[in-house]
Nanobody, 117 residues
């Protein structure tokens, strides 16, 4: 059974940094596209960044230039380095694993990121 466990969230001041981690078990991590999504209060869940099993990483406009997504296939872990954080980055951040043919998708429980002075 797939399990995605996020960590690294917390309270940070504007301009600060956080690194989120997502440890994955129960699936063949190497063949899954891994992503981070976020959901702010009253808003829909949105894509932050996606790193495919092979190919180029995709970033949302709001994340480009400030966030870096990486994966370590040996550790079944995906990381989201977030720099120059802004109050509008405040949200619950969710780790996502997805593959096609057949379509399978799994979510973590989320980690809270709060950017406030």
């Amino acid at each position: 059974q797939a399990q995605l466990v996020e960590s690294g969230g917390g309270l940070v001041q504007p301009g600060g940094s956080l690194r989120l981690s997502c440890v994955v078990s129960g699936i063949n991590f190497n063949i899954y596209n891994m992503g981070w999504y976020r959901q702010a209060p009253g808003k829909q869940r949105e894509l932050v960044a996606l790193i495919p099993s092979s190919g180029n990483t995709l970033y949302a406009v709001a994340a480009k230039g400030r966030f870096t997504l990486s994966r370590d296939n040996a550790k079944n872990t995906v990381y989201l380095q977030m720099n120059n954080l802004k109050p509008e980055d405040t949200a619950v951040y969710y780790c996502n694993a997805q593959k096609l043919h057949p379509f399978l998708q799994y979510w973590g429980r989320g980690t809270q990121v709060t950017v406030s002075s």
